[in-house]
């Protein structure tokens, strides 16, 4: 059972992030992403992708961080270019713990080093967490994700040329 | 020498998400980034990255991508939803030749398609184009951008808890 945690989300300036954000946890195995802000459109965004393409993602806006932090039962990993790299941290994590991993929007408040069990750096150069989102779920999922099948009404089918998709009725 | 070319920036809506796109192109190995609208405010933000963080990384802005695609020598590799398996196109990479990185915003043109030596998904649900770069990379480069040393004026150092970060007086 995998959880993203978004924390900073401002409607405005981090639609198209967040969305990038929630599409990855999708799409890289986790089961659900829950974000502060309350955004109504954003949930909106999500499910219709979940209702075409498949699978079981869940969406939650409007969450109050620091109980869900506080209540967690199970392990917390934040991704921050401060943490310690990623190979020597992946190895350290509970995989029978449910996880859930923080991914903040440009400055994250203090106590969350504090709360996480492992602060994890996906490279320890400025980019994106969108990107660190990608590399974390693809080490922690040992690529599996990769081959994850979703069923659903519409299904791309992989080719060198062209655009190849199969839409199912149901 | 790897290079990313972005098609389809529009300054307003995109600027986060291609800022995030360059900076990805950076951490994780490629040597200059192409975007075919002109954007002074984008070139300055990842100059001013450049900097502080080190590397020898290239931006221009304003290119015309069709010339560019048409001139290239090398390969062409276009990520796409829509492409052949990650796994199975990696391989098929020619590793001596200069490659070049086709990242769209939303729809591509058909053309992108042709001209493309290889059309490569990675996964084929709808994610993002910073994680797909992201991802791209990493394979590509066997991982090794994760040790890439920028010997820039602000280092970080990983760790698991707090922020270590050294500034070299140059």
Redesign the interface.
């Known amino acids: 059972m995998i959880t993203v945690l978004r924390i900073g989300h401002r409607i405005h ?2 639609k ?2 967040t969305t ?2 929630a ?2 946890a ?3 195995g986790a089961d659900q992403i829950l974000i502060d802000t309350l955004d109504k459109k954003l949930e909106e965004s999500i499910i219709r ?1 979940c209702k075409y ?1 498949g699978g079981n993602f869940k969406i939650k806006t409007g969450i109050n961080p620091k109980k869900t932090l506080k209540e967690w039962k199970g392990k917390i990993a934040h991704l921050t ?9 992946i190895k350290k994590i509970d995989e029978k713990s449910k996880l859930l991993i923080v991914i903040g929007a440009e400055k994250v408040p203090a106590y969350i ?2 709360i996480a069990d ?2 994890v ?1 996906i ?6 967490e ?2 660190a ?3 974390f779920l ?1 080490r922690y999922t040992d690529a599996k ?2 081959n994850k099948k ?1 069923n659903g009404k519409i ?11 199969l839409t199912i009725e149901k």
């Open positions: 300036r981090d198209r992030i990038h954000v599409l990855v999708r799409a890289f992708t393409f270019m401060y943490g310690e790299k990623l190979e020597k941290s080093y504090d492992y602060n750096s490279g320890n150069q400025p980019h994106s969108v990107a989102l990608a590399i693809d994700w990769l979703f299904q791309i089918q992989p080719s060198n040329k062209g655009k190849n998709v």
